[in-house]
């Protein structure tokens, strides 16, 4: 298939890097509002469009990948069903359960395929460890601690900006909320936070206690000010297992009863590559949607992700 690439960040070079390494898909066009010219100058083998709708109106573009700002996935998402593309969505796909809805519905009208492009989940790490845990070895999970922070001096712009869906909860706490639906399930837990917040508005640090109505809990943490180990543990009834930079896992530690061992599954070049290995399985089958990132997954992960923003926001009210 061509991609077609809906803005142009640095996440879009791990990306292409990785676009490169599947058999059969090619980087064919770029589409970017602020850079085109650099860009044309950077990309000699690639068609470049100075607006999103000369991409689209290209009929030689299969796919399109938005890897725009968080706040206009819904508009860029909709304008490439429209046109009869299939869509694969930067996280979060939208902003909240409105947005998401919206999406799938263009998606189911115009037959095409959608999915929202949280990597984690689509690594040979991150499926061994749910292996794991479904086959029982770690008993029922019924704690996740989990954390994803980082310092970035140099994106302000976009981190500290509202208008921009900027702030850690959108940006890295997201991870850390697939985790925990990942492992405890879809129901919409109690949640409470307290957050650090930029003049701004965005939430700087989140840290956040879930409690679920079966007595299960996730304790949280996100920040965009600060670094952290960026690990997480799931602690179930007859051991836990510890995921090394679970976001982007590929090396695990069990302890169960069977005593305390290892694993390592390093991913495919910069890891982009399985994502677009499961797109691109799912469109030569016929489907419309992916089992692993289905659009009830995105639905029910931006309801905590909707619910935690509310709750940072409620914060800064006197």
């Known amino acids: 298939m061509n991609w077609g690439f809906i803005g142009y960040g640095r996440i879009a070079v791990k990306f292409m890097e990785s676009l490169k390494l599947v058999k059969g898909e090619v980087p064919y066009a770029l589409a970017s509002r602020s850079n085109a010219e650099q860009l044309r100058s950077q990309f000699l083998e690639l068609k ?91 008993g029922e999970v019924t704690l996740i601690r989990s954390e994803f922070a980082f310092t970035d001096v140099t994106h302000k712009e976009r981190l500290y900006n509202p208008a921009l869906a900027g702030g850690s909860n959108y940006d890295v706490n997201i991870y850390n909320l697939a985790l925990v639906h990942d492992f405890l399930g879809n129901e919409q837990p109690e949640i409470k936070i307290q957050a650090r917040t930029s003049e701004s508005g965005t939430d700087l640090s989140c840290s956040s206690i879930l409690q679920f109505s079966d007595n299960s809990m996730a304790q949280l943490f996100s920040s965009i000010e600060m670094s952290c180990e960026n690990a997480a543990w799931l602690y179930g009834t007859k051991g836990w297992i510890r995921m090394e ?74």
């Open 48 to 138: 470049v469009y100075d607006s999103y709708d000369g991409l689209l109106n290209d009929p030689n573009v299969d796919i399109v990948y938005v890897n725009t700002t968080h706040n206009f996935h819904k508009e860029n998402v909709i304008d490439a069903l429209k046109k009869g593309k299939h869509v694969l969505c930067e996280k979060p796909m939208g902003l909240n359960v409105a947005e998401v809805d919206e999406m799938v519905a263009m998606a189911k009208i115009q037959g095409k395929f959608l999915m929202e492009g949280l990597w984690t989940r689509f690594l040979p790490g991150y499926q061994k460890v749910k292996e794991v845990v479904t086959s029982g070895e770690i």
């Open 245 to 318: 930079h679970f976001w982007k896992c590929e090396k695990f530690e069990i302890q169960s009863e069977n005593g305390k061992r290892s694993v390592e599954l390093p991913f495919t070049g910069n890891g982009f590559y399985h994502e677009i290995e499961e797109v691109v399985n799912c469109i030569n089958g016929g489907l419309h949607e992916s089992l692993l990132m289905s659009h009830a997954h995105s639905r029910e992960l931006i309801k905590l992700v909707d619910t935690t923003e509310q709750l940072i926001r409620n914060l800064k009210k006197p």
